[in-house]
């Protein structure tokens, strides 16, 4: 029996009305068309979607669209979205792969991906195809059938990737080969008049030069939080009935109590990237909050654990507002924000004992290091 498809799966997201322009990366997205693989991979909120939905509107040849869900784990599900994407630029591609993929024994995904890329071969029409939030397939045979499809595109098809984490394909070896383009979270970050287009134009809050690099430092850039900080500050000011012009004593005042505690900011963060966290990574994420700036060693200091280099890489692997101090990867420090909300969530999965015991941990560490000022720092937060 056929699958039925949910058409809304294959739609390009439509555009907001107002937008900001973000040439740059629009280039970056053009240019990419002349090698194999585009990947956009950035932590939540961070406008991949609008960003590639933006130039899928403008792009100069046809552009197919699948937004992935956790279901398409299946291959059937998902090479028969994969395909009805397909078929929205080329009606008919496919039909073959999809008979045989609904049979009993299916052949070999291999098999199946070459009838497939011989029929686009036989298109010589420029086509993209956008697989957007392909960090919910976790199905290694499908990592691995992606591989080979990739592998093997005909010249005039192109792949983007949307995601917010690294999916485990060779990226490596596609970059030395030059057959990979990327758009990361510091490239997606807004630039100071990008900033200051959303919250002035987009959002309508008229804010001064200074509240509007107060509020960029304090989100670094990261566009969901900068929306969620307009929202509150929306919301504030109706609440207390001030006027669409806020006023400089309204502003600072919101300014200085917004953070990661904030309602909107810490409900998005829990919501979107801490219920989706393994168990084991969660509590290695909130031990290692106390600490404005680590290493694995210090790290495993702190939390006991063996694996915290591996962590550390599988956590900057999954995007998850990890920044690299230095180009050895040696410190690391979390988003301002995120350290906020891991903080707050800290005492609801560990007790004051054991919260005390990791700031006591650290303080040692600090000690032995001759980093005095830390290691005071969490003396005091251990009471010891």
Request: aromatic share 8%; net charge negative.
């Amino acid at each position: 029996m056929a699958l039925p498809l949910l058409q809304t799966k294959l739609y390009t997201p439509p555009l907001r009305p107002k937008l900001v322009q973000r040439a740059h990366l629009l280039a970056r997205l053009h240019g990419g068309t002349r090698q194999r693989l585009t990947l956009v991979s950035a932590p939540a909120g961070f406008g991949k979607t609008t960003l590639v939905s933006a130039w899928a509107s403008q792009a100069e040849h046809p552009v197919a669209w699948l937004s992935l869900a956790d279901d398409d784990n299946d291959p059937f599900h998902y090479f028969t979205y994969l395909i009805a994407a397909l078929q929205t630029c080329h009606p008919g591609l496919g039909e073959t792969v999809l008979t045989l993929i609904a049979e009993p024994q299916p052949p070999p995904l291999n098999v199946l991906l070459t009838l497939l890329l011989n029929e686009l071969s036989a298109h010589q029409t420029p086509l993209t195809l956008v697989l957007d939030d392909y960090h919910l397939i976790t199905a290694q045979p499908l990592h691995e059938a992606m591989t080979f499809f990739i592998n093997h595109l005909p010249p005039h098809l192109h792949l983007v990737i949307a995601t917010r984490l690294d999916p485990p394909l060779p990226l490596a070896r596609w970059r030395v080969r030059n057959q990979l383009t990327e758009i990361r979270a510091a490239e997606l970050r807004f630039l100071p008049a990008e900033a200051t287009n959303f919250l002035n134009d987009v959002m309508g809050l008229r804010l001064t030069a200074a509240q509007i690099a107060t509020l960029e430092t304090r989100t670094e850039g990261w566009i969901a939080g900068l929306q969620l900080a307009a929202l509150a500050l929306q919301g504030t000011l109706a609440l207390q009935g001030a006027p669409s012009l806020p006023g400089r004593d309204d502003v600072a005042s919101f300014l200085q109590a917004f953070s990661g505690s904030h309602r909107h900011v810490l409900s998005y963060l829990v919501e979107e990237v801490l219920n989706r966290c393994p168990a084991d990574m969660l509590d290695f994420l909130l031990q290692t909050a106390i600490l404005d700036r680590f290493s694995a060693p210090l790290c495993a200091t702190v939390t006991g654990r063996s694996d915290s280099q591996q962590l550390l890489e599988q956590i900057e692997q999954a995007n998850l507002f990890l920044t690299p101090l230095d180009n050895a990867r040696q410190w690391y420090r979390y988003h301002p924000l995120f350290t906020d909300v891991l903080r707050q969530q800290l005492p609801q999965r560990f007790s004051a004992a054991a919260v005390a015991d990791l700031h006591r941990r650290a303080s040692i560490w600090y000690k032995e290091a001759e980093l005095l000022d830390e290691a005071i720092q969490h003396a005091l937060a251990a009471q010891a």
